[in-house]
């Protein structure tokens, strides 16, 4: 079956880049990422891409063990906070236009000083979330 190319509203409809580099889109419901990793073979090889508007702290850290996570800066002004060793590496992103990559395996989080909205390009497949990253 061909892809739809859309127009389509990216908060509404995500788009997945499998491992074969075939697209997906998805429609954005209650168990949104529940399904990508039942109907996505745990999301293996899988790329997420999806914009992200958030005008407060992240509630959690994530990691994302197989690979690098790319996010653009559409709008707005954030720090991005990596976990390094035992301490925090902050990157401050505030030109809209800007890009940060997220190391693979690195715990990150985000505390904006703006509300802000950012495209991001995430491998998937592994993808943990706490409310501290481990020591270390």
């Known amino acids: 079956m061909a892809i739809d190319p859309g127009p389509h509203a ?8 499998g491992p074969d580099g075939r ?6 419901g209650e168990r949104f990422y529940q399904e990508l990793e039942e109907e996505f073979d ?17 509630p959690t850290w994530e990691v994302h063990p197989e690979g690098d996570e790319f996010v653009y800066l559409l709008d707005g002004d954030t720090d991005f906070v990596l976990k ?17 990559v997220v190391p693979k395996g690195a715990w ?10 950012m ?5 998937g497949e592994g993808t943990l979330n706490a409310q501290q990253p ?3």
């Open 108 to 117: 990150h989080t985000a505390r904006p000083h703006a509300p802000t909205t």
């Open 10 to 17: 990216i908060d509404q409809v995500r788009y997945i880049l």
């Open 42 to 58: 745990d999301f293996s090889g899988h790329v997420l891409i999806q914009r992200f508007h958030f005008d407060a702290d992240w």
């Open 23 to 28: 697209g997906t889109n998805k429609t954005v």
């Open 119 to 123: 495209l991001f390009v995430t491998p």
């Open 84 to 100: 390094e060793g035992r301490g925090e590496r902050i990157v401050r992103v505030n030109q809209p236009g800007s890009y940060v």
């Open 134 to 136: 481990p020591d270390g």
